[in-house]
């Protein structure tokens, strides 16, 4: 069954750094827009960095830009997130997506989970001293 699997998540202090890996299985990625997204409690699910698997072109949202840092390796079949100074209401489940779409639209669209191409089970993330 094709599927992404996420890794790196993890407790942190406020103002540390996580590495999120993504590695997908049974498709390669190169024909999509891959995206990390969150959804707390409450929260619609947000888009947190996405980028482009043909060129490595990336979308980043205003909550995350200067923060987060998203990379591929077409070869490993695996998607990166950085994530630098980091706050407590980063605290959540991250996920990663992929579809057949732009980047922007990738990140900034409000999707349920079946809308996607390909849909992880999420890497927790907590922040806190």
């Known amino acids: 069954q094709p599927q992404f699997v996420e890794s790196g998540g993890g407790l942190v202090q406020p103002g540390g750094s996580l590495n999120l890996s993504c590695t997908a299985s049974?498709?390669?990625?190169?024909?999509?827009?891959i995206g990390w997204f969150r959804r707390g409690p409450g929260k619609d699910r947000e888009g947190v960095s996405c980028?482009?698997?043909?060129?490595?072109?990336?979308y980043y949202p205003e909550s995350t830009k200067g923060r987060f840092t998203i990379s591929r390796d077409n070869a490993k079949n695996t998607v990166y997130l950085q994530m630098n100074s980091l706050k407590p209401e980063d605290t959540d489940v991250y996920y990663c997506?992929?579809?057949?779409?732009?980047?922007?639209?990738?990140?900034?669209?409000?999707?349920?989970?079946?809308?996607?191409?390909?849909w992880g089970q999420g890497t927790q993330v907590t922040v806190s001293s």
């Open positions: 997506g992929a579809l057949g779409t732009t980047v922007q639209r990738m990140c900034e669209t409000r999707r349920r989970e079946y809308e996607y191409d390909y």
């Open positions: 980028i482009r698997a043909s060129d490595g072109y990336t």
């Open positions: 049974g498709f390669a990625l190169g024909a999509y827009a």
